[in-house]
């Protein structure tokens, strides 16, 4: 079974600077797909960005990217200027592809979970 | 993406109790799952709810203590039966967006039972 592990409960960082959350990953399969979520106090999950495994080239969205690391099995979020906006609780997420599941599994694995304060 | 929306938002039920949560969505998707996320942790999948199917289960959750239904493409209800307080919890549905393959969810329904 997979599972998705994140090493940091909380974070903190100040405002305009850059932090990167960690998430590490444990899969036997090849293909697959990575996502990072936001839940803020008002318990929306909000979908921040994702990443086919198939695809080396990293991900980003604006002020989002990520560092994939595929044979470390590391999926690292990075936040770039920091605004009071990004405060939340930050979910690492796996989920296998649809063709190794033949369309059955679309099952949501997470983390635990990174708790980030955004200092002003 | 889809747009998700639960009722209610929140609800205080006494042990013993049932409630319905409804979570509909703005497009017709063949897919859509109910999730639990208790107090302080992470979200934990209940189950699968496609539609003219029988929801499947995760282990660990029953159809007699969480029966779901799936009337057509953009509905559906997740029913928490027999409510102890260890069923407080956010209850979240979500969907997939069939050509993205990327999951949404639903702002969710806070629930406290006492």
């Known amino acids: 079974a997979q599972t998705v592990t994140q090493s940091q409960p909380e974070m903190s960082v100040q405002e305009a600077e850059t932090v990167t959350l960690s998430c590490t990953y444990d899969?036997?399969?090849?293909?697959?797909?990575l996502f990072w979520y936001k839940q803020p106090p008002s318990r929306q999950m909000i979908l921040v960005i994702r990443?086919?495994?198939?695809?080396?080239q990293n991900a980003t969205e604006n002020r989002f990217s990520v560092n994939f690391q595929k044979a470390a099995k590391s999926f690292s979020l990075k936040i770039s200027d920091s605004q009071l906006g990004d405060a939340a609780m930050y979910f690492c997420?796996?989920?296998?592809?649809?063709?190794?599941?033949?369309?059955?599994?679309?099952?949501?694995?997470f983390g635990k979970g990174t708790l980030l304060t955004v200092n002003p | 993406s889809a747009v998700i929306s639960q009722k209610p938002s929140r609800d205080i039920c006494q042990r013993g109790t049932s409630l319905t949560i409804q979570c509909q969505v703005d497009?017709?998707?063949?897919?859509m799952f109910w999730y639990r996320q208790q107090p302080g942790q992470s979200l934990t999948l209940i189950a699968t709810?496609?539609?003219?199917?029988?929801?499947?289960?995760e282990s660990g959750f029953v159809i007699d203590k969480f029966p779901i239904s799936r009337p057509n493409l953009t509905f559906s209800t997740l029913t928490v039966s027999n409510m102890s307080p260890e069923d407080s919890s956010i209850y979240l549905c979500?969907?997939?967006?069939?050509?993205?393959?990327?999951?949404?969810f639903g702002p969710g329904t806070r629930l406290l039972v006492l």
């Open positions: 979500s969907v997939i967006a069939p050509i993205q393959e990327t999951q949404y």
């Open positions: 997420a796996y989920r296998t592809s649809f063709l190794n599941s033949g369309g059955s599994n679309y099952k949501l694995t």
């Open positions: 990443q086919e495994a198939y695809k080396q």
């Open positions: 497009s017709q998707v063949t897919m």
């Open positions: 899969t036997s399969e090849s293909d697959y797909y």
């Open positions: 709810a496609n539609q003219g199917s029988e929801a499947t289960y």
